[in-house]
C-alpha cells in the first residue's frame, strides 16, 4: 500500500476551502488526506464518523486509483457537513 499522504491520485473534483481567509485547493488524495490528519482530532471530534470514513476511502484511493470517485464522495460528504464548502 502506498503512502496515502504522498498520494498523487487525482480526486474527482478539486474542492476550495476557505480557511482563515486563505483559499486552500485540494485536488489529491494526498493533499485531502494531509488535510484531513493535520489537525487535531479534537477538530473533527462532531463529524468522527465522516472523518473515519473519508481517511479509509483516501486511504484505499492512494493504493487503488480505482477508488478515487469513492474517495472523493467521502471527502464531500465530510466537508459539506463540516460547512467547508
Known amino acids: 500500500m502506498s503512502d496515502p499522504a504522498n498520494s498523487e491520485t487525482p480526486l474527482r473534483t478539486t474542492f476550495k ?15 485531502a488526506y494531509q488535510f484531513l490528519t493535520n ?3 479534537v477538530e473533527w471530534m462532531e463529524f468522527r464518523s465522516l472523518h473515519e470514513e473519508a ?26 457537513s463540516a460547512k467547508l464548502l
Do not use: H
Not at 19 to 28: E, F, H, V
Not at 55 to 72: D, K, R, S, Y
Not at 73 to 80: G, T
Open 17 to 31: 476551502i476557505k480557511l482563515n481567509g486563505d483559499t486552500l485547493a485540494i485536488a489529491t488524495v494526498g493533499q
Open 39 to 41: 489537525f487535531k482530532s
Open 55 to 80: 481517511i479509509a476511502a483516501l486511504e484505499g484511493a492512494a493504493g487503488n486509483a480505482m477508488l478515487a470517485v469513492q474517495a472523493t464522495n467521502a471527502v464531500r460528504a465530510l466537508f459539506v
